[in-house]
């Protein structure tokens, strides 16, 4: 497959690179690692006139410790800059083995926080070829009012994978929004709409600069099933976080990703645990909450019977093993 | 398209050339400079058969990067991998313990395995398994490839510690 035809900007600052963007509005798009929207390209997904690469701004590839003990991370620092960080692994585990386990080594050492965190969503009729994609008609992400995976569907539901988002939810991370008018910082909780279509709240002209996380304040964890360990997008994902005791926790955060077209925080089941703690009983209820809660399931990447089964077994897998984690 | 002058060292040899900015790397690789070890697979970041090595040494999916940004930079091909007239221990163990079969995925495997050999000759399962994920090979399984990357770290133990 070959990349359509575009034009390549490639700024040499930041404020540079907001300005071309605002100049172009929708025709242009974002490129950092490339891993993921070039081959969106190939499949003409997307055929954006101008591609605008940050990869010459040095101040996005900058990991730092922030005064109260928490850390910034610039977007276009890598998953392998990431993964290979022994700060990143002591304070945010969860972090750690959620970008530990994007792709391969191939695609880490290319792929960024920032291209992570925005992700376009998937869905296994549309992420193909051209040719592949002319046997059916159009959907949403192209050119029908139609989804393939849910027929009576309103809306795409395309299943956002970022390995990221679910962790960094967790952890409270927040996220800055960059533009040439100025920049606007929300928590990353607030970035994602439950629309494959229209995934993120940001805006032409946006662009995500930098994430930052509050110091650690107890302990998280990162789960992912896949078909294989390496190389696939996840069947599930799911990431906790407890601050304070298993018997009386302070907070609780459970998440969980590749199940729809946004990370889906399991209001149920923190309130499971939030009540009563951290224990046999209420990580089976959690559990079961959490599988209840998916509502409508695409059968996307793999049936949505065994989407259902797979989340149980995997919070309950989870939640053992963060019982058990020391502070 | 207007194309664009780059300057790209290759094994050693520096090049300039014109290219449009949608040409991949792979494509710079293969059709402008005749360098076909380097093999087109998926050409969408999942098999590894393009696998080049970076600057540092790293592991590149040449079908997933544009060439333009690989001005005034340089890659490794698995045509620059040999020592003078001597097959790198890495290849030399791959024909010793048949880790080949069509070979089509070879290149890729070995460019892979010297990512991971370069910075590191003790490489335990787990390195390795974490090095050689992204390259697939359909033929061999991936057994006989493991025991040549093992076997070339030894070697290249072995010549650390006489060099
Ligand atoms: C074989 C293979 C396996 C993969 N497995 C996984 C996996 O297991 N888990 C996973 O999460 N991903 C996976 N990916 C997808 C992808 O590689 C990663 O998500 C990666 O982190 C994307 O980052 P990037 O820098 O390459 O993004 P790009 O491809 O450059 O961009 C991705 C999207 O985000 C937008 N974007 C990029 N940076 C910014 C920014 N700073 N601000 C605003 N918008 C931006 C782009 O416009 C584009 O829409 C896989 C890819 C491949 C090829
Ligand atoms: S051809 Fe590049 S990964 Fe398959
Ligand atoms: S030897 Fe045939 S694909 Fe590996």
Not at chain 1, 188 to 198: A, Q, S
Not at chain 1, 288 to 314: C, D, I, Q
Request: overall charge negative; hydrophobic content about 40%; proline content about 4%.
């Amino acid at each position: 497959m070959q990349l359509p035809e575009f034009e390549y900007i490639r700024p040499k600052s930041l404020a540079e690179g907001l300005q071309a963007l605002a100049e172009h509005g929708p025709d242009a798009q974002i490129m950092s690692g490339g891993s993921d929207l070039l081959i969106n390209m190939k499949f003409r997904l997307d055929t954006p006139k101008y591609l605008v690469s940050f990869n010459d701004v040095a101040e996005l590839k900058a990991m730092e410790t922030l005064p109260d003990g928490g850390m910034q991370i610039g977007a276009g620092c890598t998953l392998t800059q990431l993964a290979g960080s022994g700060e990143l692994e002591d304070k945010y585990p969860a972090l750690h083995d959620a970008v530990f386990s994007v792709g391969s080594k191939h695609v880490r050492n290319a792929a960024t926080i920032g291209g992570n965190i925005c992700l376009d969503t998937r869905c296994w009729y549309t992420n193909q070829s051209e040719h592949w994609r002319e046997t059916r008609d159009g959907c949403f992400k192209t050119d029908t009012e139609e989804c393939h995976v849910i027929k009576t569907a309103a809306k795409c539901h395309a299943i956002n994978s970022s390995d990221s988002a679910p962790a960094l939810m967790v952890l409270g991370a927040t996220v800055v929004l960059a533009s040439a008018k100025g920049e606007r910082e929300l928590p990353i909780v607030e970035f994602y709409n439950d629309d494959g279509v229209d995934h993120t709240v940001m805006q032409p002209g946006e662009f995500l600069a930098r994430v930052l996380i509050p110091p650690p304040t107890g302990r998280s964890i990162y789960a992912k099933l896949a078909q294989r360990d390496g190389l696939d997008f996840a069947s599930g994902t799911f990431a906790a976080g407890i601050v304070g005791s298993n018997e009386s926790p302070e907070s609780v955060c459970l998440v969980m990703g590749s199940v729809g077209p946004a990370p889906k925080v399991l209001d149920k089941s923190i309130e499971i645990i939030m009540g009563q703690g951290l224990n046999d009983d209420t990580i089976e209820a959690a559990a079961l909450a959490a599988r209840a809660s998916l509502g409508e399931v695409t059968n996307l990447f793999t049936p949505s019977g065994y989407k259902r089964r797979l989340v149980k077994a995997l919070v309950k897998d989870a939640l053992n093993e963060l019982r058990d984690k020391e502070a | 398209m207007a194309k664009q002058i780059i300057t790209l060292t290759v094994n050693g040899d520096e090049h300039e050339l014109a290219v449009a900015p949608y040409q991949t790397l792979l494509e710079v690789l293969r059709d402008e400079l005749d360098l076909i070890g380097t093999k087109r697979g998926c050409t969408a970041g999942s098999c590894g058969v393009c696998t080049v090595n970076g600057e540092q040494g790293e592991a590149v999916l040449s079908c997933c990067t544009l060439a333009v940004d690989w001005n005034g930079r340089s890659v490794t091909t698995v045509e620059g991998v040999q020592e003078g007239t001597e097959l790198h221990p890495i290849q030399k163990k791959f024909l010793e313990h048949g880790a080949v079969q069509c070979g089509f995925c070879t290149p890729g495997l070995v460019m892979s395995a010297k990512a991971l050999l370069d910075v590191n000759t003790s490489p335990t399962e787990r390195d390795i398994n974490e090095a050689m994920a992204g390259a697939i090979c359909r033929c061999t399984g991936h057994i006989k490839v493991k025991i040549a990357i093992r076997e070339a770290a030894k070697a290249l133990r072995e010549r650390e510690g006489a060099g």
